[in-house]
């Protein structure tokens, strides 16, 4: 089941929200939720559910042993088992196939179906068991609310990432705000609009061009292919990570944000801070600060981030093209960092540069393998040959819907001001005016400064924000329906989560 089916949008999630708001204990309500996200789990994946489980009792029971017993070899066994089980699901036919053809041997390789959102459920209990270690969270001694915090639905399939400590208050006690649900039921639909309209679009081009052969391709197909590409991940990746966010506040959580308009970046650098922003948190936090960070000199931090990347290709997906795009764009972090020129670029030309490395990495993310990946590129930069073939495969891409939501793609993603000289993103004003307003009044107690925040935060929108308010809920209702009519009338509804 996923938050783009009809099953979810029309059974599901209808029944779980009437339910949990209707009930008026907490402890009822957890109880739903859990059940909930194992039936949502088990919907696609019945076996699997247990090895969910299993991961989440784990992790209960080393937290628990590492607070009362012996922290480090606990925590050793714990990041041991948890990758462990990574490795086993994920990476044992890439590991031997690659010996296979190393070594000329014929290994028998095994078929393991691999578990969807393992990588998302794994990360996420490790961060508890590590954060545990670190005391910087209390142990939870309740398995169910572990459970949930692990399974929770929402998040449980494509991220974000979400930190125990981040919802910990509100597994333990949240309130029901309608206003919020409100909010989350409108941020659900404009992600679920990413998905349907714009990603899904983008998905059926760039399926059936990937799916020619090489030699069938020009400059045209190439890189038509590849923009259309960057855009579909963007989408369904932003997308679904905003239906995540809405979600939890419909049911009274709050996860922080995954993306950030990163294709307005103008290096690298900037781009992985806006980019699937819980993993890079995730690995920053878990990888990159115990190996050194930046505190050992400027070639210890090149080979740190180096490994970072090494770290988040393979995350994604059991196959060698994700290792070469988690290297290339270590490559470019690291040369960044040995050549500060690239980072005072003019925005223009530090843009161009950022979005050609982008789309020359991505080419290599989707690519089936480095043969196709390297011929694509190629074609991208010397495919000067318009057979007719070749502009034939192209003319069949250019439809009316492809071309509209392509131009809304680009334009939604940053086109219209990504050179107006700041790349940090609009919420910065309402922070400003939120220090603001706290730092003028230190006397006041803590819900008076918030009251005082959102008053110069509702100054600072003015009448256009009252009259848009209202309005984009119109419109959220309208990309609902839009949606659903499409799903109904069976549209091109790929799932690409199925490597994470």
Request: glycine fraction near 8%; aromatic fraction near 16%; charged fraction near 15%.
């Amino acid at each position: 089941m996923t938050f783009s089916s009809l099953v979810f949008l029309c059974i599901f999630l209808p029944i779980v929200f009437c339910l949990h708001w209707i009930i008026p204990s907490i402890k009822v309500r957890n109880g739903l939720l859990v059940m909930a996200s194992l039936v949502f789990y088990a919907f696609g994946e019945p076996v699997y559910v247990l090895l969910m489980i299993f991961s989440s009792f784990f992790n209960y029971l080393s937290a628990i042993l590492i607070k009362k017993f012996s922290p480090k070899p606990m925590l050793f066994l714990s990041v041991v088992v948890n990758i462990g089980i990574l490795c086993v699901f994920k990476y044992t036919g890439m590991f031997l196939n690659t010996i296979n053809q190393l070594t000329g041997l014929s290994l028998p390789v095994p078929e393991i179906a691999l578990p969807i959102g393992i990588s998302f459920f794994t990360f996420q209990a490790l961060s508890y068991v590590i954060d545990v270690y670190r005391e910087r969270v209390e142990v939870q001694k309740s398995f169910p609310k572990v459970l949930l915090y692990i399974s929770f639905f929402p998040q449980l399939i494509a991220g974000p990432i979400v930190k125990y400590k981040d919802i910990a208050e509100e597994i333990e006690g949240r309130t029901l705000d309608q206003r919020e649900m409100a909010e989350g039921f409108r941020r659900f639909i404009m992600g679920l609009g990413k998905k349907v309209l714009i990603a899904n679009a983008m998905a059926v081009v760039v399926d059936n061009i990937f799916s020619h052969d090489v030699s069938s391709m020009n400059i045209l197909v190439a890189w038509t292919a590849a923009i259309a590409y960057i855009m579909q991940i963007y989408y369904d990746f932003s997308g679904y990570s905003d239906m995540a966010i809405g979600l939890g506040k419909m049911f009274g959580f709050h996860f922080r944000e995954n993306f950030d308009h990163p294709y307005v970046s103008v290096n690298i650098k900037e781009f992985w801070r806006r980019w699937h922003i819980s993993l890079s948190s995730w690995f920053k936090d878990y990888v990159y600060i115990p190996l050194g960070g930046n505190r050992k000199g400027a070639i210890r931090t090149g080979i740190n981030k180096l490994i970072v990347f090494f770290l988040t290709g393979l995350w994604h997906g059991a196959n060698w093209t994700f290792v070469v795009w988690g290297l290339f764009h270590g490559f470019f972090s690291f040369l960044e960092e040995f050549v500060p020129r690239i980072r005072k670029l003019p925005r223009i030309i530090g843009h161009i540069y950022l979005i050609i490395v982008v789309t020359v990495g991505f080419v290599i993310f989707r690519a089936d393998s480095m043969s196709q990946a390297f011929g694509i590129i190629g074609k991208m930069f010397m495919g000067l040959s318009f057979t007719d073939a070749s502009m034939s495969l192209w003319w069949r891409q250019m439809t009316p819907y492809f071309i509209v939501m392509l131009i809304v793609a680009i334009l939604a993603a940053g086109g219209v001001s990504m050179f107006a000289g700041k790349s940090k993103p609009k919420k910065s004003k309402e922070e400003e005016l939120l220090k603001e307003s706290i730092s003028e009044s230190k006397s006041l107690s803590e819900k008076e400064n918030e009251e005082r925040a959102s008053i110069y935060l509702e100054k600072g929108n003015g009448s256009i924000g009252r009259f848009f308010e209202p309005a984009s809920y119109v419109i959220a209702v309208v990309i609902l329906a839009w949606c659903i009519l499409r799903l109904s009338g069976g549209v091109y509804n790929p799932f690409i989560y199925f490597r994470f």
